[in-house]
């Protein structure tokens, strides 16, 4: 339960549609469940605006699906992250509708879509080798409830690709940069634009660049104003922050909801 479904739910109680016991369920539910092998947290929404996410890699399908199954109890959506194709299987088996991001190597089960709120992230890609990453930060920010703008493969080797979309970048309210090798393109972009930017290195390149290392080592020394790193290959922590970064630019999730339901206190 997120917080504007929350205040949806008193103000259902108090118009008489809900009656008191439904919504002491809701609120008295135990914010942990035990499944032995993971402690769900069921109340991660209502701090953080959207649900416990669940990270795939290391866990078997079965326990991917056992810890989506307690979420989506209470859950309106679900994103499952770095997934295999085994984990993707089972999960459009458990699910009726479990979508497969395979690009992003995600999975998102939704039972209604969060409505988009003001403003745009812009995800950028320097290469199409990046694409994984860039495609886990764009699914991320989207099922966050954001409207999402992919530019893909404008990496500095090419800089006229970059600037040809100069226009719909700059009209973003966060963007995120995306590259591997010597991980120049935040630095560009940065320069070029008055909103946050999120740089997210990649484990893309050959031998010097050390899995990343080097990409994330010249993200965080990087002259352009207003960089934010993220850690290599982390492109849910970039569509994550981007989310939260529009949703304080959009009022945040408490007046969004209270727009909704203005009689409240």
């Not at 008295?28 to 991660?44: E, I, K, M, N, Y």
């Not at 660049?209 to 965080?220: I, N, P, Q, R, V």
Request: hydrophobic share 45%.
């Amino acid at each position: 339960m997120t917080t504007t479904e929350a205040l949806q739910l008193l103000e259902k109680f108090r118009a008489g549609k809900v009656g008191r016991q439904a919504v002491l369920r809701a609120f008295q539910a135990a914010p942990v469940a035990d499944l032995g092998f993971a402690q769900v947290d069921t109340h991660r929404a209502l701090r953080k605006g959207f649900p416990e996410v669940i990270f795939g890699a290391g866990k078997t399908p079965h326990q991917v699906v056992a810890i989506a199954a307690k979420l989506f109890e209470r859950e309106q959506r679900i994103l499952i992250t770095r997934i295999g194709g085994e984990h993707a299987r089972a999960l459009r088996l458990a699910f009726k509708g479990a979508v497969h991001h395979q690009t992003a190597r995600c999975v998102t089960i939704e039972k209604s879509p969060l409505s988009k709120r003001p403003g745009t992230i812009a995800v950028l890609c320097a290469g199409t080798s990046d694409l994984p990453v860039a495609e886990e930060a764009g699914v991320t920010a989207d099922v966050m409830g954001n409207r999402v703008e992919r530019v893909y493969d404008v990496g500095v080797a090419g800089l006229h690709r970059l600037l040809r979309r100069l226009e719909l970048i700059q009209g973003a309210g966060v963007i995120i940069t995306v590259a591997g090798m010597e991980g120049a393109l935040p630095s560009v972009v940065a320069g070029l634009v008055s909103k946050p930017v999120i740089a997210v290195p990649t484990s893309v390149g050959y031998g010097a660049s050390f899995g990343g290392l080097a990409a994330l080592l010249a993200m965080l020394n990087s002259c352009g104003s207003g960089v934010t790193v993220v850690n290599i290959d982390n492109g849910f922590g970039a569509g994550y922050a981007a989310s939260l970064i529009n949703e304080l630019a959009a009022g945040g999730a408490t007046p969004r909801a209270e727009a909704a339901s203005p009689k409240l206190q």
